[in-house]
C-alpha cells in the first residue's frame, strides 16, 4: 500500500522541473509496435470513455506489439481505409499499455455509433471467451485513471462499446466490472495518484 502511494508521488517529483510532457504512467511509444505514419485524420476532443475488446482470443504469451501493427495495417488497408490504429490506447494481458491514435483525432469503427468525442481504450483479447489478467485489469484502471485527469474527462462517462452499439464489445467479462459499478469505484479511487497530471 505505501509503495503504490510513494511511487507516482516520487515519479511525479523525478518529472517536476523536466519540460517534456513525459508521463507518471508508463505507456509505450508508437515506436514500441513498429506503427506506420498516421493519415490525415479528423480532430476532436475526448470528453467520455469508452471501453472496447480486441475481439480475438489473445494467448497471454503473444506478441501483443506484433498484433496491435496487424490491426492497424489492416484498418489503414483497402477494407477500411481507416486513419490509423482504430484505438487511443492498447493493454496487453501482462498489463502493457500501448500508445495508439493521436487522443485528439477521433477513433473509428465498424459499428453504428459515432466515436466522435470518445477516447478509445481496448484490452487485447476476447472477453466473451476469456477473463482479463489481473494485470490488465489493474492496467485499464491506471490508464482511465490517468487519462481522466490528463483530459479532464469524469470518470462516471466511462462505458462499454457495447452501450452505444449493436455489439458484444467488450465481452461480458470485462463488461461485467462496468455492471457493478466496481471499475468506476477503483478510477476514481486511482485518480488521486495522478493529482500532478498537467
Ligand atoms: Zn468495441
Redesign the pocket.
Known sequence: MKNKILLPILAALMLYGCSSTSNVIDIKPRSEWKALDPKPYKSHVPTRITI??EGEYLDPNENAAEKIKKTQVWGMGKDRNWADIPYHFMIDAKGNIYEGRNVYTAGE?NTTYDPTGHLLI?CLGNFEEQELTEAQLKSLIDILAYSCVKYKISPDTIKG?KDYAE?L??GKNLYKYLQDGSLIKRVKEAMKAYNNVK
Do not use: I
Request: glycine share 0%.
Open positions: 472496447h475488446h469503427t481496448t462499446h455489439t464489445c467488450p
